[in-house]
């Protein structure tokens, strides 16, 4: 199933296949690269870079300026994954003329193919204007790092019937809406499953267990770089973090002893030549 470039028909192909789609966030020039080579599906140039970049405490003060500039990077480094912008708060809720705007310029300024937008049935109404205007959409339901004040912190939704109904209602709403592929964040397993099969388009899992249609995680969070905190759902892959401090431990210790750099880090002149400039 490898091609050239992702396209959303592709998304729903694997999903016809039971294969699973990949989905990693990223923020800059390199790490689209890597994720690009390694055949990730999807790039979401998530909100996320508020907190694991940026170093502010939630995705609350992200701005559409910031989203852009990383996502300009991301294209950049990209060939074949489909690319995701993430709507910052307020970039979608304001007005349907905002909406619209604000979701052109991922595409037309960003280099994105699609963008997402947190919410269910409430917003189905955005997602529609959005897609109408030729603009794939992605949803984004159960934990909505936006609304994490109102939700009482990050926590798991959809635990008991009445809230795990209004999440299947939501998927189905963003589908009719016409989302092409819903992010599921942390609900239940079998939650999880019961939307992935009641609904045509794809689902993408973060801490949504193992029946989604595939699975996204945070860059930082599978390469050990992100220290505040490590969330239940993360599978730390390696950790870069300490192999950094090491490194950057190791270059400090050698050019404090004078062993760094070495002849071969050297650019040489001629001593002769070294001579005539301190004469002159
Ligand atoms: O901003 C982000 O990284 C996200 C993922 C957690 C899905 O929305």
Do not use: W
């Not at 020039?29 to 907190?51: F, Q, T, W």
């Not at 170093?55 to 992200?62: A, C, E, N, R, W």
């Not at 294209?75 to 708060?89: E, H, L, V």
């Not at 599978?235 to 070495?262: T, W």
């Amino acid at each position: 199933m490898d091609q050239e470039k992702v396209t959303i028909s592709y998304l729903m192909e694997k999903k016809r296949m039971g294969k699973k789609i990949t989905m990693v966030t990223a923020y800059d020039y390199p790490s689209a690269r890597l994720l690009d080579e390694a055949g990730i599906d999807v790039l979401l140039v998530g909100d996320s870079v508020g907190m694991v970049v940026l170093g502010y405490d939630s995705t609350i003060p992200v701005t559409m300026d910031e989203m852009i500039h990383h996502c300009k990077a991301v294209s950049r480094g990209t060939k074949r994954a489909f690319i995701i912008g993430d709507m910052p708060f307020l970039s979608y809720q304001v007005s349907i003329e905002k909406a619209i705007e604000n979701a052109g310029r991922f595409i037309k300024k960003g280099g994105c193919d699609a963008v997402k937008l947190e919410g269910g049935s409430e917003v189905a109404h955005i997602v529609k204007a959005i897609t109408d205007m030729g603009i794939p959409v992605c949803g984004h339901i159960g934990l909505t790092p936006q609304r994490a004040t109102m939700l009482s912190g990050y926590r798991v939704q959809g635990k008991d019937i009445e809230t795990a109904k209004a999440l299947i209602r939501s998927a189905k709403d963003l589908e009719k809406a016409g989302a092409f592929m819903i992010v599921m964040e942390c609900i239940p397993d079998l939650l999880a499953k019961i939307i992935t099969e009641e609904v045509q388009v794809p689902t993408v899992g973060i801490g949504a267990g193992p029946y989604c249609d595939g699975q996204v995680l945070v860059y930082h969070d599978i390469l050990g770089l992100f220290e505040r905190f490590v969330p239940k759902f993360v599978k730390q892959y390696i950790n870069l973090s300490s192999q950094i401090k090491e490194a950057v431990s190791k270059f400090k210790e050698e050019v404090e002893s004078g062993d760094f750099p070495k002849d071969e880090h050297s650019f040489h002149m001629d001593p002769e030549e070294a001579k005539k400039l301190i004469e002159d």
